[in-house]
């Protein structure tokens, strides 16, 4: 089993930006790729941005890429994610998610969840 404690969500003002962070735990061994997924009122789970474990290859939405950027420091489990230039439409729970390989990686699939982080975007 892994592991994983998202902090870094809340309130911030349309332009600003969050540091998202997100811990693992347990057998993190198994992890080939760590990510962010998240989820507005209404919507369904969309993809956000994932990093490989290993060689830290980079994978984001096309919509998303260029105001948020994703890294890790594998040595102590960590990911983050970088949002800039935030916009109310980012307004979303945001999931940390962990998957054994980097397949399919859009897809809301992945073997483990955090529990979600709340990001909210006033205009």
């Known amino acids: 089993q892994v592991q994983l404690v998202e902090s870094g969500g809340g309130l911030v003002q349309a332009g600003g930006s969050l540091r998202l962070s997100c811990a693992a735990s347990?057998?993190?061994?198994?992890?080939?790729?760590m990510g962010w997924f998240r989820q507005a009122p209404g919507k369904e789970r969309e993809f956000v941005a994932g990093?490989?474990?290993?060689?830290?290859?980079?994978y984001y939405s096309d919509s998303l890429k260029g105001r948020f950027t994703i890294s890790r420091d594998n040595a102590k489990n960590i990911e983050w994610l970088q949002m800039n230039s935030l916009k109310p439409e980012d307004t979303a729970v945001y999931y940390c998610?962990?998957?054994?390989?980097?397949?399919?990686?859009?897809?809301?699939?992945?073997?483990?969840w955090g529990q979600g982080t709340q990001v909210t975007v006033s205009s």
């Open positions: 347990g057998r993190t061994s198994y992890i080939g790729i």
């Open positions: 990093i490989t474990w290993n060689g830290g290859s980079a």
């Open positions: 998610a962990a998957h054994g390989s980097p397949i399919a990686v859009r897809r809301p699939t992945w073997d483990y």
